[in-house]
């Protein structure tokens, strides 16, 4: 079965950088396109990030471009989310997303607060 696992987050000042990691199984991870997303309380569910199966094209919105990058390491069947001068507003819930054989797969999110 399709499994998604997050880690890398914690408390970091303004200003401040993290690095996520999601750990991938159950299908072949190098087929498939990768997503990053993000909820924070009280508001939907937005995308951040997203990288083709072999890593040559990336996508990332407005909001982080310039702040934020997207990365694969096939082999180890794991995708990164690199976060560079966070601001307070990044705050919130981080999903890694794939959709599998016209399903939707999250993993259980890994929080990501940013406060002085």
């Known amino acids: 079965q399709v499994q998604l696992v997050e880690s890398g987050g914690g408390l970091v000042q303004p200003g401040g950088s993290l690095r996520l990691s999601c750990a991938a199984s159950?299908?072949?991870?190098?087929?498939?396109?990768m997503n990053w997303y993000r909820q924070a309380p009280g508001k939907e569910r937005e995308f951040v990030a997203r990288?083709?199966?072999?890593?040559?094209?990336?996508n990332v919105p407005d909001l982080v471009k310039g702040r934020f990058t997207i990365s694969r390491d096939n082999a180890k069947n794991t995708v990164y989310l690199q976060m560079n001068t966070l601001k307070p507003e990044d705050t919130a819930v981080y999903y890694c997303?794939?959709?599998?054989?016209?399903?939707?797969?999250w993993g259980q999110g890994t929080q990501v607060t940013v406060s002085s």
């Open positions: 159950g299908f072949t991870f190098s087929n498939y396109a």
């Open positions: 990288i083709s199966n072999f890593g040559v094209t990336t």
């Open positions: 997303n794939v959709r599998y054989r016209s399903r939707e797969y």
